[in-house]
Each structure stands twice: as C-alpha cells, then as structure tokens.
C-alpha cells in the first residue's frame, strides 16, 4: 500500500515536470544578470587585493558569444590582477647556486603567452594589473625584485615611479623604452647596480607586450622595485 501510494506521487511529479518550462538565464533583465556575473566571477573584499594569477578568460565566457561579452568586462574590469614574470632559464654554478642563463626561450615563452591573451580582447577591459619579476637567488639570499603596476586611477599618477606621462605612445617601443630608463634612473638611483641583477630589457619588451593593449590600466604605469627575500 505504501509502495503505490509512493509510486502513484512519483508518477504525479513526474508527469508535472514534463509541462515545466526550463529556466533559460538569458532572458533575465541585463541588470539582474550583471549582478549575477559579479557574484560569479568578482572577488568580494578590498577592490585592490591581488586576487587573480592568470590573465585567462573564465570558463562562464565559454558559453556563449553574448554571454562573453557580457562578463569580460566585469571579470577582467572589476578584479585585480597579479602575474609573475616567469622569464629566466635558470643554471646552477656547482650544482647548487642559481643564475641566468643567456637563454631567450622562457621570455619568448612568456611573451606568446602574452600575444595569446592580447588576441582575445580581454586586456582592453583590465582596469589593475601587476606584473613582477624577482631575481632567482639561493634559498634565502637576498634578491632584486622589479614590477610594473597598471592601473586607471589618477589619483596616483603623480607619484615617482611613474612611466611616462600621459603623452607617452604605448605603440612606440623606443618612446617605452627610454620612459622606462628615465624612471629607473630616477626612482632606484643605483639603476647599473639593478641592471647587474635584473634583465632590465627583457622586462621592458613584457611591459610593451601588455602596456599598449591595456587601454584602460595604461593610464598610469608605475614600476615598483626592491631588495630584500
């Protein structure tokens, strides 16, 4: 008896779903579904904690052309971003103590990643961005680090370590170039002694690579430095 009342219910939900219309996400408001990509794919928190390690697009743009274009913007625009430059080929002298070899393989490497990322449109939406570099030393050796900071805001803009200003053309490998030397000068003073430890002109051609896409976060570009772990 409890069997076919159990059996006769199933039968009751069964033939009801079968009337039941799927919920299709697309037809929501655009305002509804923009909350629902913030809740997605945005770090909650502080705005400027670097929260993403991959400048890769998230698998919810997969779906669909309009879906894409839709949550691009608020992943890539509403996130903070932080990448390592991941550029040296690294020997050991002795078996034990670390340095670079003259090898471009891992930079060019670095570099395709780069020009891959470019070609799906995502880096003209980034709004933060930072990208360092940190001189491979033996266990806990003090070592050089150098980055590039992209952002929008101006509030910042006119600090020391800024790139350029904002007649800098971002297409003009040489304009880049010397904007970066002069602020490396400027800001760390003893720039041969970093250029001893860091490959200043490897970093220069990964700040080309991203600067001139990052149409918002290009705004200003500050280079930070230090020496320390």
Not at 117 to 144: A, K, M, R
Request: aromatic share 12%; with cysteine.
């Amino acid at each position: 008896m409890v069997r076919k009342k159990f059996l006769k219910k199933i039968s009751k939900i069964s033939e009801r779903d079968k009337h039941a219309q799927p919920f299709r996400f697309m037809n929501l408001p655009p305002e509804l579904r923009v909350e629902v990509y913030r809740l997605a794919l945005v770090k909650q928190g502080n705005k400027y904690e670097r929260v993403k390690y991959t400048l890769r697009p998230p698998a919810l743009a997969q779906v669909c052309k309009q879906l894409r274009a839709e949550a691009l913007p608020i992943y890539y625009g509403e996130n903070a971003f932080y990448i390592s430059m991941d550029i040296d080929v690294i020997g050991y002298e002795e078996g034990m103590y670390p340095f670079r070899e003259d090898d471009d393989s891992q930079l060019n490497k670095f570099l395709d990643m780069c020009s891959t990322i470019v070609s799906t449109g995502c880096l003209q939406f980034i709004t933060n961005l930072e990208v360092n570099y940190s001189e491979p030393v033996f266990e806990d050796s003090y070592n050089y680090l150098l980055g590039l900071e992209f952002t929008r805001d101006s509030d910042i803009s006119t600090q020391n370590g800024r790139i350029g200003d904002d007649n800098l053309d971002w297409d003009d490998a040489e304009a880049v170039t010397e904007a970066f030397n002069a602020t490396l000068k400027r800001s760390v003073g003893y720039d041969a002694e970093m250029r001893e430890h860091v490959p200043v002109a490897d970093i220069i051609k990964v700040l080309f690579a991203l600067a001139r896409h990052c149409h918002s976060a290009n705004r200003c570009v500050r280079l930070s430095w230090d020496f320390g772990h």
